[in-house]
C-alpha cells in the first residue's frame, strides 16, 4: 500500500498489533490498558529503522452526510457504493480502473479494501503536501468557487437580513455557486494541467524543485 501512496498511520498500526495480540492470547509489559503504548511504538521504530515517521499536511473539514461535517471512511464508502459504482456501470467503463485519491485514512479500511478489490478499482494517492499542484480540483476550481462562495453569501445576506448562513441553507448556497462556476470543461482541464490526462509529466509546475532532490539552479 505504501508503494500506492498510502502511508501507514500511527494509530492504524496499533490497532493492528492491539488485535494481533488479543487474537493470540500474546502477554507484553508495553500494553497500556490493553493497547501498545509509546514505549512500544519507540521500540518498533528502533527495530526497523528503515521505517521513517512522517508528518501529512493539516486537514480542513469536508462537506460530507456524517454528522460532524467531515469525510469519514463511512461516507467514503457509501460514495463507492452509490455515485462512483453506479456512474462505471451506467457508461460501460472497463475495468480494472484507476481512482485518484487524497490519501486520507477514510480510503484506507478493511472495508474499502476488499471493495475496490471486488469491484475491480485501483486506488493511487496523490504526493501529500502538493495539493497545490497535483491535486485537479485545488489546480483548476478550488479558487474562483471561494471567491464565488465569498460573493454569494454577502448577496445572501443582504437580502436575507439579518439571517445567516446555516446548515439548512448552506447546501442551496453551495449548488448556486457550484452550478455557476463550474463546468466539465473547468474539471478536465484541472486534470490536464497537472498532467493526470491525458498523462504528461511536463505539465506539472514544480516552483519548488521536482521533488526528487533536483532543484533549479539559483
Request: net charge positive.
Amino acid at each position: 500500500m505504501a508503494r500506492k501512496g498510502f502511508p501507514v498511520h500511527r494509530q492504524n498500526l496499533i490497532l493492528s498489533v492491539e488485535k494481533v495480540i488479543e487474537a493470540t492470547g500474546r502477554e507484553t509489559k508495553y500494553l497500556l490498558n490493553g493497547t501498545p503504548g509509546r514505549s512500544w511504538f519507540q521500540g518498533f521504530l528502533r527495530r526497523h529503522p528503515k521505517i521513517k515517521q512522517k508528518y501529512a499536511e493539516s486537514r480542513v473539514p469536508q462537506v460530507g452526510r456524517s454528522d460532524s461535517g467531515w469525510i469519514t471512511s463511512a461516507v467514503f464508502y457509501e460514495d463507492i457504493c452509490n455515485h462512483f459504482l453506479p456512474y462505471l456501470k451506467s457508461h460501460n467503463i472497463q475495468k480494472p480502473v484507476i481512482a485518484f485519491v487524497d490519501g486520507h485514512r477514510s480510503h484506507l479500511t478493511k472495508e474499502v479494501n476488499q471493495l475496490r478489490d471486488k469491484i475491480g478499482v485501483i486506488l493511487i494517492s496523490l504526493l501529500p503536501n502538493t495539493t497545490h499542484i497535483r491535486q485537479p480540483a485545488d489546480v483548476s476550481m478550488f479558487r474562483p468557487l471561494k471567491a464565488g462562495w465569498v460573493s454569494e453569501v454577502r448577496n445572501w445576506k443582504f437580502e436575507n437580513f439579518p439571517k445567516d448562513v446555516t446548515r439548512s441553507t448552506f447546501g442551496t448556497i453551495l449548488k448556486f455557486v457550484f452550478d455557476k462556476l463550474t463546468s466539465e470543461k473547468t474539471i478536465r482541464n484541472g486534470f490536464r494541467k497537472i498532467g493526470l490526462y491525458p498523462f504528461n509529466k511536463n505539465n506539472v509546475d514544480y516552483p519548488q524543485g521536482d521533488f526528487c532532490g533536483n532543484y533549479p539552479e539559483k
